[in-house]
Structure formats: structure tokens, C-alpha cells
């Protein structure tokens, strides 16, 4: 298995040059970190509300510090070599984002976790996942419309001022989860350590090698777009498909897209774990009906959404806060706000079910 994965990424590279081989492995070294340490964002959120365990969420932000203190400084230094995930604060943004935070609390998975879960043969993911590429798609084909709703200029946190104010208000946050969380939820497993130090050191040899943070949502409505163009499909009535930029990736080769590559990694990545382990395959226990309809609808749900707040957990919240896009504070208040919908919403729709 391992040479095969070797003779890909070899492959990739001779294809489509030695980045797009490096960033293929990058995304397989995600999948196998978040897999491998069993570490997302969806389940963290989860367990912080529900269960006031703030040790998942404060992973996730000494993470983000720890790339904020190397990505912060490269893209002061790199001119227009490098870019942030910098982007808009509008009234879009910010409903788009509560309404992916509810949804990807129905279907346990936010973008990553969506792949990573799918790429593991969880079968409510393997079903969502397609469904969220197609809102992907359809969220992108209708942006412009959704931001012309208002939006301020995009505010970037820059320079020494701007690391500073990016590591205290992640103390902050740390601070109230701290506050919030039951007595011992500080103290971070093992496992936990591991995933944030891989995820942190990945994240930021992506940055250096794509030019661009770690991302997820685009590369799934790509791949729509490129099949509804393959079938004779007309994007030119879409601002954001028909833009010059877009345009090109979609009649190009799929190996040159970074985002793409990153997400075929997440996939494969997890499904090395997965086989490593046990073989593919996840237990979901015996749904109704309409609980399958809610993954179908819930999986729409969060690539449109995603698309409308310009990010998932990964491109906005992660990303965004880590090169200094103030979007991604509003993104992480909005999504976590609607994280407490989702919680109410999931077993009202039959998804928590005794094994």
C-alpha cells in the first residue's frame, strides 16, 4: 500500500511538477494526522457544549497560535509571493457561517472532517460528501449575489501589532473555554499534543510550498464544475465561475489545483489509517428514513453555506485567524453559534442512535 501511495505521489509530481507531488503529500500527511490522532473541529465544538470539555477546542487554538507566529511573519516578508486567507466581513458571511456551524453538527463533520470521515468509510460522511460539493458549486455560482447583501472592507491583522492582537485573542478565547469548561478539561491527551504540533507544522509547509493556506470548500465545487462543463454545461451566467481566475481552473488539469490536491490527500490519507487499522468502514447503527434525508439536505446545506461564508473550519476559522483575517473570529463566532442549533437539531432528525 505504502509504495503504492508513493508511486501516486511520484506520479502527480512527474504529471504536474514537484509542488503539486509535495502538496498531494501534504494533504495525505492531514489526512493521516486527523485520522491517525483521531482530531477534527466538529467533535471538539460537540464536546465543548454538550459536555463543557474544553481540551479539543483549546488544541485547535494553540495550533492556529502556533501558525499565526510563522505564517504572520512569511507573508510580512514574502510580498505577494505568499497570501493569506483574507476575505470579508459581511452579512452573508456571517449567516453562511452560523448555518454550516448547525449543519455540520447534524452530519458530525465540517469540510475536512466530511473527507477525512468519508476517506474512512463512514458512510453518513460518504453520502454527505457528494452533496456538499454540488452546494459548493451552487453556493459559488450565486456568491456575488449573497455579497452584494453588504460587506465592510476586508480587514487584515498585520505585522507585529497584528500577531500580537492574533495571540491575545486566542488567549481570550482559551481563557473562556478555561472558564466554561469542567474542572481537568485543560489538561490535553497525548494524542491531542500530537495532532495540533502535525497539523500546525503541515499547515504551515503548505503555506510555503502552494503560496496559500490550507483550504477545503473550493476544491469540492471544482470538481462539480469541471463535470458540469465536461457535460456541456454553461458557467458564463456565474461572476464567480466566469471570472478569468476560476475559468482557467476549471478547463485545466485537476493535478494543478492546490485545494484539490490537499482534499484527495485528506481522503487518502485517512483511508491508509482506516485500512491500517481494521479496514474501511464506521458503524452507524440503524437510521430512519429521514435521518438519511437530513445527511442529503444537511450535506447540500454546508457547501452552499460555505461557499456564502467564504470558508469552513479549516479555510476561515483555522486559516483565517492564523494569517491575520479578522472574518475568521467573526466565522468562529457565527459557526459556533450555530453548532448549538445542529446539537439541538441532530436527534430530532433521528441521527443519534443506540449501537
Not at 83 to 89: D, N
Not at 136 to 148: E, I
Not at 270 to 275: E, Q, Y
Request: hydrophobic share 60%.
Amino acid at each position: 500500500m505504502l509504495v503504492l501511495v508513493a508511486a501516486v505521489v511520484l506520479s502527480v509530481a512527474l504529471i504536474a511538477g514537484p509542488r503539486s507531488g509535495m502538496v498531494l503529500l501534504i494533504g495525505l500527511g492531514f489526512g493521516l494526522t486527523l485520522e491517525g490522532f483521531r482530531f477534527g473541529f466538529t467533535g471538539p465544538w460537540r464536546r465543548m457544549i454538550l459536555e463543557r470539555d474544553a481540551s479539543g477546542l483549546l488544541a485547535q487554538l494553540l495550533a492556529i497560535a502556533i501558525v499565526a507566529m510563522a505564517a504572520l511573519p512569511l507573508l510580512a516578508a514574502s510580498g505577494a509571493e505568499l497570501k493569506g486567507a483574507h476575505a470579508p466581513i459581511g452579512l452573508a458571511m456571517i449567516g453562511g457561517a452560523f448555518v454550516f456551524g448547525a449543519a455540520m453538527q447534524i452530519v458530525l463533520g465540517c469540510g475536512s472532517g466530511t473527507l477525512v470521515n468519508a476517506g474512512s468509510g463512514n458512510v453518513v460522511s460518504a453520502l454527505a460528501l457528494p452533496f456538499f460539493a454540488i452546494g459548493s458549486f451552487a453556493g459559488a455560482y450565486h456568491l456575488s449575489w449573497w455579497t452584494s447583501l453588504g460587506s465592510l472592507p476586508v480587514i487584515v491583522l498585520e505585522g507585529t501589532s497584528g500577531l500580537g492582537i492574533t495571540l491575545l485573542g486566542l488567549a481570550g478565547v482559551a481563557g473562556v473555554a478555561l472558564l466554561l469548561g469542567r474542572k481537568g478539561s485543560h489538561r490535553l491527551p497525548a494524542r491531542y499534543w500530537g495532532a495540533l504540533l502535525a497539523l500546525a507544522a503541515l499547515a504551515i509547509l503548505h503555506l510555503v510550498v502552494a503560496g496559500q493556506p490550507w483550504g477545503v470548500v473550493y476544491g469540492l465545487g471544482l470538481w462539480v464544475a469541471k463535470g458540469v462543463v465536461a457535460m456541456g454545461g454553461d458557467l458564463s451566467g456565474s461572476v464567480f465561475w466566469s471570472a478569468s481566475s476560476n475559468a482557467a481552473q476549471v478547463q485545466a488539469s485537476l493535478l494543478t489545483d492546490v485545494t484539490s490536491l490537499t482534499d484527495l490527500g485528506l481522503i487518502g490519507g485517512a483511508a491508509l489509517v482506516a485500512w491500517w487499522r481494521a479496514g474501511l468502514g464506521s458503524p452507524v447503527g440503524i437510521l430512519p428514513a429521514r435521518a438519511w434525508v437530513a445527511v442529503i439536505v444537511a450535506g447540500l446545506v454546508l457547501g452552499y453555506s460555505s461557499r456564502l461564508a467564504l470558508g469552513c473550519n479549516i479555510g476561515a476559522f483555522f486559516s483565517g485567524i492564523a494569517t491575520g483575517s479578522a472574518h475568521g473570529w467573526v466565522w468562529f463566532a457565527a459557526a459556533f453559534a450555530g453548532s448549538f442549533v445542529g446539537i439541538r437539531l441532530r436527534p430530532m432528525l433521528g441521527l443519534e442512535v443506540r449501537r
